[in-house]
């Protein structure tokens, strides 16, 4: 049974699409059961998918009519050379007309992506600009996952040491060259220039902990949307009024998102070092609905895996909740 708010049967009769999962293409039907046992209407593959592992899933997807979309990728392999932004771009004229419903930027831009002579490919690189403009034309979203919550980034004797087992430390500055706040600071001046490009900020805005940052970036820039996918820890640390206010103020542009991934592991927003059962997606889910539903205090966030602080509700109107968990998805992604 899931928890019981005041939007709860509202909710369930109207249904709630989860724009940011991963999905196995073997294991959609099990997908289907989470969804209809959750009321999710419809998930979105938002990997980065390129070749064959697109064409794939969008096949598969044909036997689950509505009930699925996905993102396509770009291949940063040869990424300076001279054929290589001809390919990317008739990549999204395929993908498009193939049913993608964005382009998704992995956060090895920056980090790891390297040019033709090895040089690490800024966020900001601007031979990356005609991608983003192509995307305008195609009427289309850019999706950006840069960097990683900010411990993540911190020296080696700070950094909490299941990231560094995980494999999502980055505070080598000679493996790694760019601090949290370059990376972010220069996805931020991509957005900037391309005012007539919809950008998605993933994980909030990439940018979770800095809840008065992200929002004055999407003041000053009208294209810009997030999504709050497994970075509920974070913002529900800040205070409380503080996010409530954001997700008023931008309550057009903020989208329902959990990186839940139904493939092998099945995964709850991050890596939970457990197989979870049918009962565990449910209480997944469950805190997502106390958080955004009540004014509940002091109530466990969705991934106590990575910390077991808790967070305080921010009790979003109905309207409010019926643009985050429906209709800014279909708006934007056109599902």
């Not at 220039?193 to 004055?216: I, K, S």
Request: proline share 4%.
């Amino acid at each position: 049974m899931t928890i019981e708010t005041d939007h709860a049967e509202w909710r369930r009769e109207r249904g709630v699409i989860d724009m940011h999962t991963h999905l196995g293409i073997d294991h959609l039907d099990q997908a289907v059961e989470s969804m209809d046992q959750n009321n999710i209407t419809k998930m979105v593959d938002i990997s980065p998918n390129t070749g064959e592992r697109f064409d794939e899933l969008m096949a598969a997807f044909e036997e689950y009519p509505d009930r699925f979309a996905a993102f396509g990728g770009f291949d940063f392999d040869g990424f300076g050379q001279d054929d290589w932004l001809d390919r990317e771009l008739e990549r999204m004229e395929n993908y498009v007309e193939a049913g993608a419903v964005g382009f998704k930027i992995h956060k090895a831009l920056g980090m790891e992506y390297r040019d033709a002579d090895g040089e690490i490919i800024k966020v900001d690189d601007e031979r990356l600009a005609p991608l983003f403009d192509r995307a305008a034309e195609l009427d289309t979203v850019i999706a950006f996952h840069i960097a990683d919550p900010k411990s993540f980034f911190e020296p080696l004797d700070e950094v909490d040491e299941q990231w560094v087992e995980q494999g999502w430390w980055w505070g080598d500055r000679e493996e790694y060259p760019y601090q949290w706040w370059a990376l972010i600071r220069q996805l931020e001046r991509v957005i900037g220039r391309h005012p007539e490009t919809t950008f998605l900020g993933v994980h909030f805005g990439c940018a979770a902990e800095e809840v008065g940052y992200v929002a004055d970036v999407m003041r000053e820039n009208p294209n810009y949307i997030i999504d709050v996918s497994a970075r509920l820890p974070w913002f529900g640390e800040q205070r409380a009024d503080m996010v409530r206010d954001a997700f008023i103020e931008f309550q057009d542009r903020i989208l329902f998102g959990t990186d839940f991934a139904v493939r092998d592991p099945i995964m709850l927003g991050v890596p939970q070092g457990f197989d979870p059962t049918e009962e565990d997606i449910e209480a997944f889910f469950d805190a997502h609905w106390q958080y955004f539903e009540t004014e509940d205090e002091d109530i466990d966030h969705p991934t106590p895996w990575v910390g077991d602080w808790t967070v305080d509700a921010i009790d979003l109107p109905r309207d409010v909740l019926e643009k985050f968990y429906v209709t800014n998805a279909e708006r934007y992604l056109g599902i």
